[in-house]
């Protein structure tokens, strides 16, 4: 009986422990459970914020390349109003000469006046001693007169009497004939002074009729030449997106090209082998879809507006050890100019093609790896005004 008691104490322990381990296996996998449905909602949380920084980073793209058409925008429109400024200077300038001359003229003026009042004064005393002259030419008329009468009752006697008196009249009348001709002269010359002073008149009111319109023109001139550059420069952004819309559609799909901003970036790994200036074949098929993008935007653009193609070599910052370069100046220079001979090759204008060797300043990467490096080695192409 002992026996048996303790044999079936022995097997009723073994449940407790099942029951124990069922639980610890049960509690373990809620944990577990709970850790998977916990790693899936972080998941689902970190994709959700993926998405966002890919939006905003497509929003920080757009923005840089807002700014940058923006920025070259304001260059072309400095230029432009650098330009309308000088026009303006000249203008001003221009009326400023006539404002002096029209001081000179109104002085002329005055002098003439002056001095035809100077020749009426001396009309009006020749008249007085012409008139005067007369008087007393009549007065020696009557005596010569009442003479005449007295000899012929009085003898031979007043004959020299009779002959100093003709004489004396003679004389008056030389003087009276001399002052008819001092009067005929003032005459004339006040006829010719007033001649001149309605030429100066006529000139005076021209000179002050230019004078007022040059004052409209020059207060009309900057609103007119804003508006010309408004649409000259309407013109151009609408060219420059024509020629935005082509290159893209050419070279839609091209892994190895770059939209920064109004400039496409090719890597120049793409198109050069590393530290030379001579295109690869799919260098040169890239240069080729380039030269017919700009084509045929350039039949559509008037030959009114004047557009260039910008070619711009850069390079990194690493410093050239040996090879024909002595600097990444050369390097770029020699890429940009490789370039534009293969543009010109293919039909683009030469007169429409400019390029500048940039070395290695304006980085698009900051950084020193390798990657960085890559991406600053590059060509960029930017339709622009010269």
Known sequence: MSRRRAGSN??????????ALSTLLMVTIFVLLVFVLAEAFLSSALNGSDNTINVLRNQIAQLTQSLSMQTTKNATLAQELSALNSQLASAQSANAGLTQQLGADSGTITGLQSQAQGLQSQL????????????????????????????????????????????????QTRISQAAEAQVALLNQ????????????AQALDAAKTADAKDHVQITDLGAQLNEALARKV????????????????????EPNLRIVGDRFVFESDVLFPV???????????????????????AGKIPPKVNWIL?????????????????????????????????????????????????GSNNPLAPGNTPADYAQNRRIEFRLTTP
């Open 189 to 200: 010359q006040i006829a010719a002074l007033r001649v001149q002073l309605a030429v100066l």
């Open 124 to 171: 009006s005393d020749a008249q007085a001693q012409a008139a005067a002259a007369s008087g007393r030419i009549a007065a020696l008329q009557g005596q010569m007169a009442a003479q005449a009468q007295a000899d012929e009752n009085a003898g031979p006697g007043l004959a020299a009497q009779l002959s100093d008196t003709q004489g004396k009249l003679t004389a």
């Open 234 to 253: 309407e013109q151009l952004q609408q060219y420059q997106s024509t020629f935005f819309k082509a290159m893209r559609q050419a070279l839609a799909g």
């Open 310 to 358: 910008s070619v711009d070599g850069y390079a990194d910052a690493q410093p050239i050890t040996g090879g024909p370069y002595h600097s990444n100046f050369d390097l770029s220079a020699a890429r940009a100019l490789t370039v534009l001979h293969l543009l010109v090759r293919d039909g683009v204008p030469k007169d429409r093609i400019s390029v500048s060797a940039m």
């Open 10 to 19: 022995g097997l009723d322990a073994w449940p407790g422990y099942v029951d």
């Open 275 to 297: 530290d030379q200036a001579t295109l690869t074949q799919a260098g040169q098929a890239e240069i080729a879809q380039v030269a017919s993008a700009v084509k045929k935007i």
